[in-house]
């Protein structure tokens, strides 16, 4: 069997991040056990992380990156320079990196997040240039080989509302796209969609309790944002969409940990194709079904066998709704699988790990 060259290029890059690991010393392994672990790095270092990206989107293919991540202080610095300690406050960071995907797909990002004021406001932004190459099945169920290619930013602000868990803000989202099809345009779609600019800008509320924002074990998230695209923005077309999200992790017994995620997206009659609201399931491609209203709704099982390990179980269920669009038709899709996530840093609770 042929191992792909990406695949290849992937274990050199872990060997050598590995040897460097072990050539700056011990603060990349648990005291006690001698296992790797990046606790001791980021609670007294600042400076730069490398992150590989393994990717297994369905619809993209497996594909390989790296990110660099810089952190300007370490959390226990920055726990202890801050006034504030009802709610966990993460690290400024600052991030860049690329990708590529076994069918063609690649992308460079730059972005950072930022807090101010003892936590009271967080800036979180970013940009980016892709292209894309996914499979579009529209109204006719038949897939259709299409390009996006992208460039934009993402900006959002956020304000704690006293000292609570609930914050206010804003996001802006702008894109400019070109969009190609591999063969001929689909008739029903209007041949200005494929050169557009998104320029949307949306109102956020949401609430956070949980004890990690990477890898939690227990707390509530949730996010309300009602958004719009208007030519004063950037926008060429004008539409709206509306979106509700909750995710909750509750703690069964001293190893096992029950997540529950639910989703509620909505989009007006003007919206793009390629921007309306999808059903986002692991294992179900991107775009793969899209509608007007999706709802979804999965859960999730985790069991930590071993201090360092765990393994999880998730099932979930999505559905698409477009009453007031003959192109859409209501569709329903599942997904199960399993995985498994390492405990890369235990003093932070900060796990990776791979689903299938």
Not at 287 to 315: C, D, H, I
Request: charge should be neutral; glycine fraction near 10%; hydrophobic fraction near 40%.
């Amino acid at each position: 069997m042929t191992i792909p060259a990406y695949w290849r290029h992937f274990v050199v890059f872990i060997l050598l991040v590995s040897l460097s690991f072990h050539a700056i010393g011990s603060r990349f392994f648990d005291e006690e056990t001698g296992e790797f672990d990046v606790s001791e790095h980021l609670l007294t270092h600042s400076g730069f992380l490398p992150v590989p990206i393994i990717i297994t989107e369905p619809a993209l293919g497996t594909g390989l990156g790296i990110s660099a991540v810089y952190f300007d202080e370490s959390i226990s610095d920055r726990s202890k320079r801050l006034k504030n300690a009802d709610h966990f406050s993460p690290p400024n960071i600052t991030l860049a990196g690329g990708f590529r995907t076994e069918n063609g797909s690649k992308g460079i990002f730059a972005g950072g997040f930022r807090t101010f004021r003892n936590d009271q406001y967080r800036y979180l932004g970013g940009l980016g240039k892709f292209s894309i190459n996914l499979d579009y099945y529209g109204p006719l169920n038949r897939p259709r080989a299409l390009n996006i290619d992208a460039i934009g930013t993402v900006q959002q602000l956020t304000s704690r509302i006293k000292n609570s868990n609930w914050m206010l803000g804003g996001r802006y989202v702008y894109f400019d796209t070109d969009i190609g099809f591999s063969a001929s345009k689909p008739a029903f779609i209007d041949r200005r969609q494929l050169d557009l600019e998104i320029g949307r800008l949306g109102f956020l509320v949401n609430y956070d309790s949980r004890d990690n924002i990477l890898s939690p074990s227990e707390g509530i998230f949730f996010e309300g944002e009602i958004a719009a695209a208007r030519d004063w923005l950037g926008a060429s077309v004008d539409f709206e969409d509306y979106a509700a999200r909750i995710h909750a992790y509750m703690p069964v017994s001293e190893k096992l940990t029950l997540g529950l995620r639910g989703d509620l997206k909505a989009s007006s009659d003007a919206a793009p194709f390629f921007f309306l609201p999808y059903i986002n399931l692991r294992g179900i491609p991107a775009m793969r079904y899209q509608g007007e209203q999706v709802m979804v709704a999965e859960t999730e099982l985790n069991w930590q066998f071993k201090p360092r390990w765990s393994l999880l179980a998730f099932t979930g269920i999505g559905k698409t709704f477009g009453d007031n669009n003959p192109l859409i038709k209501s569709e329903t899709a599942q997904n199960y699988g399993v995985g498994f996530r390492y405990l890369v840093a235990s003093k932070l609770g900060l796990k990776v790990g791979v689903d299938v």
